[in-house]
């Protein structure tokens, strides 16, 4: 089984830097994927990591470490828009590889 | 191009009522998921095609559930006797192939029992 951890809720200030934590243990590993995920809509794939370090696309960067069972989304220069839910999802290393999903981080921006 | 679709987007039934809740993927996805979302949870997981069979429905509530998918493209979630604890936003999701991409979301389905 999985069981995988993230924040309820953070706020921050518009222009800050943000960091919202994922842990997780699996029976297997391969991969972990973060999407972002609006009120009342659908969730959107931001970012995917396989292996240990950091990915970083525009003003959001992911950072995976293995060995640890730990991941975090990384949001930079923070607009109102990104006052979402972040969800963290990890992807079994067997089995149907289908990711299993956090209960996901609600992010509040603020003025 | 078009993304996932889902219909209907909200739909509203009495408690012991049969529902069904329509997905129609992106064009040539062969892997298609259902999910059922509630207030403040993650999308928990309930069944999985490739191609036209169910290669994984471990996450099917009960026998209440089921899900077709017979050409391998729209698939149908059906929901017999619905209950209250089965309101929830009903997600579709397809993806190039299992597992290994990301994942395409439709809008969801927001079911109602009253």
């Known amino acids: 089984g999985q069981n995988i951890d993230q924040p309820t809720e953070m706020t921050a200030t518009e222009g800050a830097i943000v960091q919202i934590n994922c842990t997780y243990q699996?029976?297997?590993?391969?991969?972990l994927f973060w999407y972002q995920q609006h009120a009342g809509e659908a969730p959107t794939f931001l970012s995917y990591n396989v292996l240990d370090g950091l990915e970083e696309k525009g003003r959001f960067s992911s950072f995976l470490s293995r060995s640890k069972g730990y991941s975090y989304l990384l949001l930079k220069e923070l607009q109102m828009k990104d006052s979402a839910s972040y969800l963290c999802a990890v992807r079994p290393s067997g089995g149907s590889y289908i990711p299993t999903f956090g209960r996901g981080t609600s992010l509040i921006v603020h003025p | 191009g078009a993304g996932v679709s889902q219909t209907p987007s909200n739909k509203v039934t009495e408690k012991g009522k049969y529902v069904e809740l329509r997905c129609d993927p992106i064009s040539g996805h062969t892997a298609l998921y259902w999910y059922r979302q509630s207030l403040g949870q993650g999308p928990e997981f309930l069944i999985y095609?490739?191609?036209?069979?169910?290669?994984?429905d471990s996450g099917l509530p009960n026998d209440r559930f089921f899900a077709v998918r017979p050409e391998g493209s729209v698939s149908t979630l059906k929901i017999q006797r619905t209950e209250r604890g089965d309101s929830a936003v009903y997600l579709c999701a397809s993806s190039a192939r299992t597992g290994f991409n990301e994942q395409f979301f439709g809008p969801g389905t927001r079911l109602t029992v009253l």
């Open positions: 095609f490739q191609g036209t069979g169910a290669a994984d």
């Open positions: 699996t029976s297997g590993f391969n991969g």
